[in-house]
Nanobody, 124 residues
């Protein structure tokens, strides 16, 4: 019973930046893993980034390394995805997810709760 709400999506030109936010509420005390996934039309949901809340380890898909950064604000129960140097290939609906343990962090099935998604569109 963790509720997640994403915000911050929008339309941006290639090379621009966006910061996505994911606010968590409900039974968050047993949440130790946060992730960002994205899904483009006709494609599977793809892992983007994840954060181990117990220690701070981060992981990224190769295509966003050096451009995206996942971070957290514990006081606000909020996780962020800073996206720089955006490319048209980044266009997708971005979903925030929460899970109990930092295992299989790249697999959607290892997460318990999901947000509604926020659209990111990058124009060339």
């Amino acid at each position: 019973q963790v509720q997640l709400v994403e915000s911050g999506g929008g339309l941006v030109q290639a090379g621009g930046s966006l910061r996505l936010s994911c606010a968590a509420s409900g039974r968050t005390s047993s949440t130790y893993k946060m992730g960002w996934f994205r899904q483009a039309p006709g494609k599977d949901r793809q892992f983007v980034a994840s954060l181990n809340l117990n220690g701070g380890r981060t992981d990224y898909v190769d295509s966003v390394k050096g451009r995206f950064t996942i971070s957290r604000d514990n006081a606000k129960n909020t996780v962020y995805l800073q996206m720089n140097s955006l490319e048209p290939e980044d266009t997708a609906i971005y979903f925030c997810a929460a899970g109990r343990y930092y295992i299989n962090y790249g697999s959607p099935s290892s997460y318990d709760s999901w947000g509604q998604g926020t659209q990111v569109t990058v124009s060339s």
